[in-house]
């Protein structure tokens, strides 16, 4: 049974760092891409991190560029997101998502999310 379930949300300070944790099981994790996902209440689905199935190149978008940091532990079938420097803007449900590297990750492996909230 594929399984992708994600922790290490809550609630954290304007100004601070989080790091979201995703425990995969069910499929052969080192062969996937991975990425995170997030939604905020009212708005569509964004990605915010991605990282090759051979972890040597990641991408993200400008809006977390230089704040967010996605990696990867094959041994543990775990991906990370180390997310500093929170703004307000960053509150969200966080997802995250495995799919081959020729698949749409919308037909991938999704997780059921964390909640992220940035408030003082």
């Known amino acids: 049974q594929v399984q992708l379930v994600e922790s290490g949300g809550g609630l954290v300070q304007p100004g601070g760092s989080v790091r979201l944790s995703c425990a995969a099981s069910g499929f052969t994790f080192s062969a996937y891409a991975l990425r995170w996902y997030r939604q905020a209440p009212g708005k569509a689905r964004e990605w915010v991190a991605f990282i090759t199935s051979a972890g040597g190149s990641t991408n993200y978008p400008y809006s977390v560029k230089d704040r967010f940091s996605i990696s990867r532990d094959d041994a543990k079938n775990t991906v990370y997101l180390q997310m500093n420097s929170l703004k307000r803007e960053d509150t969200a449900v966080y997802y995250c998502?495995?799919?081959?590297?020729?698949?749409?990750?919308?037909?991938?492996?999704w997780g059921r999310g964390t909640q992220v909230t940035v408030s003082s």
């Open positions: 998502n495995a799919a081959l590297p020729n698949q749409d990750p919308r037909q991938g492996h």
